[in-house]
């Protein structure tokens, strides 16, 4: 089992900057990708960006050029810097991350962002 506790959600202002970070414990060791997903209230949810073991990165269309992701594989982190917020970003965030086949997740931290 690998548990995730994310931080750093909380309300910005639009334009504004939050940066979200991810603690892995348990069976931590051998982790493949991890990664952020989010999802708003009736809508489902959405995988925004990810980054494998070597660091190869990708993201959802729409937060490209706004939002990096990176990770610290010696603390067993992820961390995603979102910049350029808008309300449309607005929704909870989850952290993931893969092991063996299996794909683990965080509880999620809420990121609201005002007009």
């Known amino acids: 089992q690998v548990q995730l506790v994310e931080s750093g959600g909380g309300l910005v202002q639009a334009g504004g900057s939050l940066r979200l970070s991810c603690a892995a414990s348990g069976s931590a060791i051998d982790i493949n990708a991890m990664g952020w997903a989010r999802q708003a209230p009736g809508k489902q949810r959405l995988l925004v960006a990810g980054?494998?073991?070597?660091?190869?990165?990708s993201y959802l269309d729409s937060v490209k050029g706004r939002f990096t992701i990176s990770r610290d594989n010696a603390k067993n982190m992820v961390y995603l810097q979102m910049n350029s917020l808008n309300p449309e970003d607005t929704a909870v965030y989850y952290c993931?991350?893969?092991?063996?086949?299996?794909?683990?997740w965080g509880q999620g931290t809420q990121v609201t962002v005002s007009s």
């Open positions: 993931y991350a893969d092991k063996t086949r299996r794909r683990f």
């Open positions: 980054i494998t073991s070597g660091t190869t990165t």
